[in-house]
């Protein structure tokens, strides 16, 4: 049988979170000591908060008014009032709160009460007050701003102003000059801005006069030169507007009517004198009298045609028809000349009317561009004064308000509460004091907590194992174990610890190893395990008594079992059973002895125990020989199973050679004590060689240091016990 190496993770791998859930159970764990920090930390604070001077804290309320009273009406801007971006905003108020904690206002007060000669105020211990010389005021002012905090009043315009001091009596007399000379400043500062406001506007308005009367006379001077005094010059540039207007509707009208009455004179010139008939309808329209002619000619010339055809060319009636024909021919002639002389003359006439439009036309042009350069200097010279005139006025009505605020002393800031003599100190807080020094050393027993916990590399939990990549077949209660019933198990009555399976069947540790001989059934149900190694990483970790309670749990299950001492450099099996070491498996494996004759039965029924026998110089050979693997077969052969107790894995080789001859290999480790990395060896020692790793075996755990002792319960007293003892009684 040769499986795949185990898998063996990284350490980073294989670690666990460190979650909130498990820093519980390590400060549970770690009780003691998180305790002890905790009573440490909160005596340090006591003591501490003992040693500290006590400090006395006075307060006074202020209200700042962004916008201040205006007894003159809301029109009239005060020269220190806020600016209008600056209401509803936090600018106005942050600015305050700072100029209230300034150098002004603190060296002022300093001065006020000599608070750089108090060494009591400045802090001088009473050892040294008899050398103390005055500080700076500077100083003192720096002393006294660190001691001064400002808290605004939510939605308010209010303000408390907070003062610190050890003095009780001290400490209401400085806040209140504080707040007093806070106030009288802000007064003062609102004064002197009105006055030099005021000095300024003054000193403006007699430059602005002059300004206005030079451009009012300028202008003046303009209007006389261009003789523009009565009519401004935009209704003059109107008037011509309008009338460049209508003359350009009349020329346009005049345009039209000659274009119709040149056509038509065209008309005319083209009729010819001979024949009277040859003209147009449109001349017969315009004149009644050409029309009645021609309709006369029409129908004369229709009598003659009729006298012609009945009388003939020269009868009389014939003659005199067409004379009178001539006549109204020669009619029509004169009227069609009277009709063309008329529209030449017309024509004419209209000529000239358009010539009078077009010069009238060009006059006012000239008139409009001579007004269009009287328009700029003039309105330039009108737009200074009204300028000037509206800088005059602002600033007269300025000028006149700011000396009236001056007069009225209009202060925006204003004292709502003086402050009071303090009677409780506010620092040192015990309580509180002590409740932080409680929670830091909580925080730092927590902290050692989780080092230790963290640092400790021990296997303690079945994750531990598996986190290295192996199957944990279960833990073993620790054998000397104090419990509720007696003292500990009587192990010195039973004979040997490693038969306590044997001889209490019904304690936690039996109980524990029919869990782990469960578990190694349901690993290989098809095909049981019949042949076992178990060892460990390092010496005394429990290995021999694990073999032999397992051999126990294997008999008591029906089997027979052989339990082979294959540790040949310190064997113990002879010992556990009270038998003879003269023949064993050195002296089976070398021929001296058969296996029958090495083999002893034992107290516990259905277990025969082969002892070590004599200890070889090089056991290592003797496990690789192939007698020995000859008797491994006839133990498999005799018996149904076989259990091995090997040396350690990683002191000697013997336990990595002998797992070429087994099912596989149980590794028992000892809970808090067997480090990772000896495991993870072990395990890759074994991997190396191509030995099966079944499992290993947490032994000795102590259950009260359990972090899971909730999940994992094992019987510590005979669960029968008392159900006994009851039907006893």
């Given amino acids: 049988m040769n499986p795949s190496p185990t898998h063996i993770p990284s350490p980073a791998v294989s670690g666990e979170v460190m979650t909130p859930v498990r820093v519980l159970r390590i400060a549970r764990k770690y009780a003691l000591l998180v305790a002890a920090c905790i009573a440490a930390a909160a005596a340090a604070a006591f003591f501490w908060s003992l040693g500290q001077a006590r400090v006395y804290r006075a307060e ?41 904690r300034s150098m002004r206002v603190a060296t002022a007060v300093v001065r006020t009460l000599g608070l750089q000669n108090d ?24 002393v006294l701003i660190s001691r001064v905090s400002v808290d605004p009043v939510k939605d308010s315009s209010l303000v408390v102003l907070h003062y ?22 802000n007064l003062d500062t609102s004064v002197a801005l009105s006055a030099t406001a005021e000095e300024w506007l003054r000193g403006q308005l007699e430059h602005l006069k002059t300004d206005l009367e030079s451009s009012e006379r300028a202008l003046n001077d303009f209007r006389q030169k261009n003789n523009v005094l ?62 009645n002619l021609r309709t006369s000619y029409a129908d004369q010339q229709k009598t003659v045609e009729e006298l012609i055809a009945t009388l003939g060319e020269n009868h009389p009636k014939v003659v005199a028809a067409r004379a009178k024909l001539d006549a109204i021919a020669k009619s029509m002639r004169n009227e069609i000349v009277n009709i063309q002389t008329a529209t030449a003359r017309e024509l004419r006439a209209m000529d000239r009317t358009l010539a009078d439009l077009r010069k009238k036309d060009d006059d006012l042009q000239k008139q409009a561009h001579e007004l269009q350069g009287f328009e700029i200097p003039f309105n330039q010279l009108a737009r200074t004064k009204t300028h000037n005139e509206k800088i005059y006025g602002i600033v007269l009505e300025r000028a006149r308000e700011t000396e009236l605020t001056r007069m009225l002393n209009i202060n925006n800031v204003r004292i709502i509460d003086d402050a009071l003599t303090p009677r409780r100190p506010v620092r040192p807080n015990v309580p509180l004091n002590l409740a932080i020094g409680a929670f830091a050393g909580l925080l730092l027993g927590v902290g050692l907590a989780v080092w230790r916990e963290v640092g400790d590399q021990s296997l303690r939990t079945p994750e531990d194992v598996e986190a ?41 540790v039996a109980e524990a190893m029919r869990a782990v001989r469960t578990n190694l059934m349901f690993m290989s149900p098809d095909k049981p395990f019949s042949c076992f190694l178990v060892t460990s990483a390092l010496p005394e970790e429990g290995k021999t008594t694990v073999a032999v309670s397992l051999a126990t749990v294997l008999a008591q299950s029906g089997h027979r079992v052989a339990l082979v001492d294959t540790d040949l450099r310190r064997p113990r099996l002879h010992r556990t059973f009270n038998v003879s070491n003269d023949l064993g498996v050195t002296m089976a494996v070398s021929g001296q002895a058969t296996l029958d004759e090495a083999v002893l039965a ?18 290592a050979e003797m496990i ?22 090997s040396s350690p894995i990683l002191p000697v080789t013997d336990a990595a050679i002998l797992s070429q001859h087994v099912d596989g290999v149980i590794v028992v480790s000892r809970a808090f004590r067997t480090h990772r990395g000896a495991l993870r060896q072990a395990i890759r020692t074994l991997a190396d060689v191509k030995g099966r790793v079944i499992g290993v075996i947490l032994n000795a755990v102590d259950l009260g240091r359990y972090d899971y002792k909730d999940q994992y319960y094992y019987r510590r007293d005979n669960y029968y016990g008392d159900d006994k003892e009851q039907s006893a009684a």
């Fill in 468 to 508: 290295l990549g192996a199957a944990s077949l279960g833990l073993i209660p620790e054998i000397e174990r104090r419990n509720r019933r007696r003292t500990r198990l009587s192990v010195a009555a039973l004979g040997d610890r490693d038969l306590i399976v044997a001889r209490e069947p019904d304690s936690g």
């Fill in 602 to 619: 034992t107290s516990v029924p259905g277990v025969d125990v082969l002892p070590c026998g004599p200890i070889p110089p090089n056991p």
């Fill in 119 to 142: 060494a009591s105020f400045l802090g001088v211990p009473a050892a040294h007050r008899a050398q103390f010389k005055p500080w700076l005021v500077e100083d003192a002012a720096i």
């Fill in 164 to 185: 610190e001091d050890t003095d009780p009596n001290r400490c209401q007399l400085v806040l209140n000059t504080v707040a007093r000379t806070y106030v009288a400043q």
């Fill in 230 to 291: 009565s009519i401004s010059l935009e209704d003059r540039h109107n008037i011509i507007s309008s009338q460049l207007e209508q003359i350009a509707k009349d020329s346009a009208a005049l345009e039209f009517k000659r274009f119709d009455l040149a056509a038509r004179n065209a008309e005319l010139a083209k009729i010819k004198p001979e024949d009277p008939t040859n003209y147009g309808a449109t001349e017969l329209l315009h004149s009644p009298v050409l029309s």
């Fill in 624 to 645: 690789q020989s192939e007698s020995f693997a000859r008797l491994v077969h006839q133990l498999k052969t005799k018996y149904d199973r076989v259990v091995f107790d």
């Fill in 60 to 100: 006074v309320m202020l209200r700042l008014d962004p916008e201040p009273a205006r007894p003159l009406g809301q029109k009239v801007e005060l020269v220190s009032s806020t600016p209008p971006w600056a209401v509803n905003h936090r600018e106005f108020f942050a600015t305050e709160h700072r100029v209230m």
